[in-house]
């Protein structure tokens, strides 16, 4: 399981919305290869506004392989 948290530098409600639900559906993506019972908190930077969807899937999955959380 995922928190996600970004604060209000991020920019406007729908902007935080969008990159929340971006980052959910990465996320429920990897689901059947994360590890279970492991909960873990994203902290989006402002800087992530530039990243598209796919770009963002590659840092995220890499992020996930460094830190362990995922296998392959």
Request: hydrophobic share 40%; no cysteine.
């Given at each position: 399981t995922a928190l996600i948290y970004l604060d209000k530098r991020y920019g406007k409600s729908?902007?935080?919305?969008?990159i929340k639900r971006?980052?959910?559906?990465?996320v429920y993506n990897y689901s059947s290869v994360l590890k279970p019972n492991v909960f873990f908190i994203i902290i989006i930077k402002?800087?992530?506004?530039k990243l598209n969807f796919v770009d963002l899937s590659v840092k995220l999955s890499v992020l996930l392989r460094k830190s362990?959380?995922?296998s392959s």
């Open positions: 729908h902007e935080r919305n969008l971006r980052i959910r559906a990465i402002p800087t992530a506004k362990r959380l995922i």
